[in-house]
């Protein structure tokens, strides 16, 4: 693992205009939730343009290897995924998608189940093609629902892990699930861990389930999370995934899109972790696995 990364750090050095050698870091965000259904995806495939209305070049990965849908909210068929990258049957680069939206995808693997059972080979292979999304300024993961090892892997490895959660008191729970495995399974947890509300009716509900969240999550794991945001429940989200276009571009001033926006805005507030990158990401993610 040690030459793996010293690999890694040297194939993320890029030469500068003058010659000199600069390194660039690539902030990697994983946006998980507990269980399916609380619009996880729609949250990260918007925070990915909104991320790129901010002049950020930014790459969307469909990390959710068995149920990929980050094409179908963006209405995009790609011919090649990630099941080809790991099959050595194509490069990262060739299944890299521009899209009208301003960003770049990399397709999920629909039926491959976990990165864990990845050969030693192909774990090797999938580490070695990851350097190509080394030139984005920002990465958004969006990790399969629930609580697999790959899921894991990828919040670990992360620079921050976005939790989503919605109202209903089954995926308030999920949620809670979900952190408290983060908490027990990951050794050194030293990442920014971040909740949003989907879907509230009101500031008031957003405000009362993430208290709920983070107050048993200080008591009993005693670990932070921050309040990042809420997303209202707009009848535009689902006019927008009917007609396979997200929501920000579909309707920019619906309440929903304002939202999205005002989290893309607090989350660059936040300080980037020392060290980070894709390097970094790569070193945490594959550690893990091992």
Same mark, same amino acid.
């Given at each position: 693992?040690?030459?793996?990364?010293?690999?890694?750090?040297?194939?993320?050095?890029?030469? *500068?205009?003058?010659?000199?050698?600069?390194?660039?870091?690539?902030?990697?965000?994983? =946006?998980?939730?507990?269980?399916?259904? +609380?619009?996880?995806?729609?949250?990260?495939?918007?925070?990915?343009?909104?991320?790129?209305?901010?002049?950020?070049? +930014?790459?969307?990965?469909?990390a959710d290897? &068995?149920?990929?849908?980050?094409?179908?909210?963006?209405?995009?068929?790609?011919?090649?995924?990630?099941?080809? +990258?790991? %099959?050595?049957?194509?490069?990262? %680069?060739?299944?890299?998608?521009?899209?009208?939206?301003?960003? @770049?995808?990399?397709?999920?693997?629909?039926?491959?189940a976990k990165?864990?059972?990845?050969?030693?080979? /192909?774990?090797?292979? #999938?580490? $070695? $093609?990851? @350097?190509?999304?080394?030139?984005?300024?920002?990465?958004?993961?969006?990790?399969?629902?629930? =609580?697999?090892?790959?899921v894991l892997? #990828? =919040?670990?490895?992360?620079?921050?892990?976005?939790?989503?959660?919605?109202?209903?008191?089954?995926?308030?729970?999920?949620?809670?699930?979900?952190?408290?495995?983060?908490?027990? /399974?990951?050794?050194?947890?030293?990442?920014?861990?971040?909740?949003?509300?989907?879907? +509230?009716?009101?500031?008031?509900?957003?405000?009362?389930?993430? $208290?709920?969240?983070?107050?048993?999550?200080?008591? #009993?794991?005693?670990?932070?999370?921050?309040?990042? *945001?809420?997303?209202?429940?707009?009848?535009?989200?689902?006019?927008?995934?009917?007609?396979?276009?997200?929501?920000?571009?579909?309707?920019?001033?619906?309440?929903?899109?304002?939202?999205?926006?005002?989290?893309?805005?607090?989350? $660059?507030?936040?300080?980037?972790? /020392?060290?980070?990158?894709? &390097?970094?990401?790569?070193?945490?993610?594959?550690?893990?696995?091992?």
């Amino acid at each position: 693992m040690t030459d793996q990364a010293e690999t890694l750090r040297e194939i993320m050095r890029q030469r *500068g205009k003058n010659g000199s050698d600069v390194v660039r870091n690539t902030r990697i965000i994983t =946006v998980a939730s507990g269980k399916g259904g +609380v619009g996880k995806t729609n949250v990260a495939t918007n925070l990915a343009l909104a991320y790129g209305a901010m002049g950020q070049k +930014v790459v969307l990965m469909d990390a959710d290897l &068995g149920l990929a849908n980050v094409n179908v909210v963006l209405g995009i068929i790609p011919k090649y995924n990630l099941y080809h +990258v790991i %099959r050595k049957q194509k490069q990262m %680069r060739d299944i890299l998608m521009d899209t009208d939206y301003g960003i @770049q995808i990399v397709a999920g693997a629909s039926g491959f189940a976990k990165i864990a059972n990845l050969s030693e080979e /192909e774990r090797q292979g #999938f580490i $070695e $093609e990851l @350097q190509h999304l080394s030139d984005a300024d920002v990465i958004i993961i969006d990790a399969g629902a629930g =609580v697999s090892n790959n899921v894991l892997a #990828f =919040v670990a490895a992360a620079d921050e892990a976005i939790i989503v959660t919605t109202p209903e008191p089954t995926a308030i729970t999920d949620a809670y699930g979900i952190i408290k495995i983060i908490a027990t /399974e990951i050794d050194n947890l030293n990442l920014g861990l971040k909740l949003i509300v989907n879907r +509230v009716k009101s500031v008031t509900e957003g405000k009362k389930v993430a $208290e709920r969240v983070i107050n048993i999550a200080g008591q #009993f794991l005693n670990l932070k999370i921050d309040y990042l *945001g809420y997303v209202y429940d707009d009848p535009s989200v689902q006019q927008a995934v009917v007609k396979q276009k997200p929501f920000l571009v579909m309707d920019p001033r619906s309440k929903a899109s304002i939202c999205v926006h005002q989290i893309a805005s607090r989350l $660059e507030k936040v300080e980037y972790r /020392e060290g980070g990158g894709v &390097g970094q990401f790569l070193k945490r993610l594959f550690g893990r696995l091992q």
